[in-house]
């Protein structure tokens, strides 16, 4: 059971990317999925996620109107579509998946962390 993250890199202000967040091992279909960031010297925080039954959305205010997330089930896979970024955007990106999260200002999402997928703006 594991969850890898990928599709960070270096990117200017105003810049664009997308992260992914694929699983192995089980099926993401009843799973909530929250992506959280940790940016260097800050506690690590809830950015947004994905509920497992009707595929709400749940955004961070700082991140809220920028990004996207989305899942394909079929792939087995989430995605944080990141636009307009900003240099207050850095940092490791991690995905968890919680079959009981809530999906809203809680982030109760309970699990092990993976590696995460950097993701540095700077010009």
């Known amino acids: 059971v594991q969850l890898v993250e990928s599709g960070g890199g270096l990117v200017q202000p105003g810049g664009s990317l997308r992260l992914s967040c694929a699983a192995s091992?089980?099926?993401?279909?009843?799973?909530?999925i929250g992506w959280f960031r940790q940016a260097p010297g800050k506690e690590r925080e809830g950015v947004s996620c994905i509920s497992s039954s009707d595929g709400s959305t749940y955004y961070a205010d700082s991140v809220k109107g920028r990004f996207t997330i989305s899942r394909d089930n079929g792939k087995n896979t989430v995605y944080l579509q990141m636009n307009s970024l900003k240099p207050e955007d850095t940092g490791v990106y991690y995905c968890?998946?919680?079959?009981?999260?809530?999906?809203?200002?809680?982030?109760?999402?309970?699990?092990?962390w993976g590696q995460g997928t950097q993701v540095t703006v700077s010009s």
């Open positions: 091992g089980f099926t993401l279909d009843y799973y909530a």
């Open positions: 968890l998946a919680d079959v009981l999260a809530t999906c809203d200002s809680s982030w109760n999402f309970f699990g092990s």
